[in-house]
């Protein structure tokens, strides 16, 4: 087996990983309440937060069902898009003064339940699937590592670019971040339902 066979996988999980660690979740979830505190929300700002963290739970269970169901790839490229469009009406909310508040808390609690049950879920059914089994423990390690990185790395830079620059243009960065990783799912990674790990290394070659 050559060595492109090995390290194709792990670059494209590690690219997967790193989509993960800046797709939002460091932003969004950590920073909710101050979120729903500028946007002059009437609800408890902490209510929301705990609101959010619920629907991400029930979310991450329901993705992993349905993930055996339609396939990690249908399911990743589906909630990518149904993400983006999330941040974009969370931007849009930010924007525009006479869009009720209530949409902000509204379209952050589908962006959580599109990419609960399937961008943040995926990767790591992806880890045991995709890389092969000579480079598992190495290369699924570098991937999650990278993926932390790039996620302590956007949480500790969240307040300093919450001074620095508008907060719905904030939001651009993990939209960018999903749409790389959509159109990364959509033109490299293989659907792994019901494939061997045979045939799945045979694509990388």
Partial sequence: MNQSSNYKPVMLMATFLAVYGSNGYSIIVPYSNLIFSQVGMTLDPRLCTILLGVVRLASAILGAFVSDLCGRRLLYI???ILSILSLVLTFVSLTFSFIPKISVLISLMCFIIFSSGGINLVPYILLGEVIPSAVRSVGSSLCIVLGLMFYGCFLFI????TSAISLRFI???PTAAILLGTFVAWRWL???KSRSLLELQKVFE
């Fill in 78 to 80: 589906g909630s990518s």
């Fill in 158 to 161: 969240t307040p300093w670019l």
């Fill in 171 to 173: 939001l651009l960065i």
């Fill in 190 to 192: 293989p659907e792994t």
